[in-house]
């Protein structure tokens, strides 16, 4: 049997833990002395990092749009050094070609590929990027850590807030955070004709299509985008 890479897929909605697990299985691999690279694409600060809101980062390499994953790996071959893993969070924004690369890099040349993100969009449209992981992924994973609408109920949807309404239309790629919090930041995707202000909720399916941010909805602060 030849020895293949899996390719892993984890999910969940925002705020569910994914970038905590991301680092937490980089750290027990490297642990045991693989060699792995870490990688991102839009982290929420703005900075090339995987950045946990339990308070753990790590320093990671940028997927730009036109990044080929294959020709980051040989560059490490190039300069000697071996890989066996990947982490990419952030993988929703990863192309559907980009996804292809990462099954052969797991098929051609025996790379675990480990990619974190959320699955839908601010619409509850599947991402490209995560919709070619469902497809190609051996193995799917929903993050087990649960996160609740303000009802109680599982929390699934991610829904984008501006000014107190919930937004039905918009980029796709709009980085910002689900917590209260005010920054300047010129490092976000906001791009012309996008609310200067934005922050988004974890709603259940119901009170996603109702647009019901509930009761609190009124203390949580906006992300001000420069
Ligand atoms: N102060 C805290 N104490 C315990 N857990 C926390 C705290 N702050 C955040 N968390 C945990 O971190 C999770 C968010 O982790 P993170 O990796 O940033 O999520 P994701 O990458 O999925 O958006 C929360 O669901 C919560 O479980
Ligand atoms: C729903 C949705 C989210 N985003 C952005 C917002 C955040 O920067 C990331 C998700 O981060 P997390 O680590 O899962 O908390 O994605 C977006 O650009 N477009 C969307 O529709």
Redesign the pocket.
């Known amino acids: 049997m030849p020895v293949v890479g899996k390719l892993k897929f984890c999910y969940g909605?925002?705020?569910c833990g994914?970038?905590t697990l991301a680092l937490q299985i980089d750290h027990n691999h490297a642990r045991q002395g693989r060699r792995g690279m870490v990688l991102v694409r839009?982290d929420?600060s703005g900075e090339p990092q995987i950045t946990s809101r339990i308070g753990l980062t790590r320093k990671a390499t940028e997927v730009g749009n036109e990044t080929d994953l294959r020709l980051l790996v040989r560059e490490q071959w190039a300069a000697g050094r071996h890989v066996d893993y990947l982490i990419v969070?952030?993988a929703?924004?990863l192309s559907p070609d980009q996804v292809d690369q990462l099954a052969e890099l797991a098929d051609d040349v025996q790379i675990d590929v480990y990619c974190f993100?959320?699955a839908?969009?601010?619409?509850s449209m599947l991402f490209p990027g995560a919709a070619r992981l469902f497809e190609l992924a051996d193995e799917l994973q929903p993050v087990q850590v649960e996160v609740l609408c303000w009802c109680g109920q599982t929390g699934r949807f991610?829904a984008?807030v501006s000014d107190g309404e919930v937004l039905r239309a918009g980029d796709?790629?709009?980085?910002?955070?689900?917590e209260q919090m005010v920054v300047e930041s010129s490092s976000t995707?906001r791009s012309e004709g996008e609310p200067n202000t934005v922050r988004?909720q974890v709603l259940c399916r119901r009170h996603f299509r109702l647009g019901d941010l509930g009761p609190t909805s009124a203390q949580h602060g906006q992300l001000r985008l420069t």
């Open positions: 909605p925002m705020d994914k970038s839009h929420r969070d952030e929703q924004f993100g959320i839908t969009d601010f619409r991610n984008r796709t790629v709009v980085v910002a955070d689900t995707s988004y």
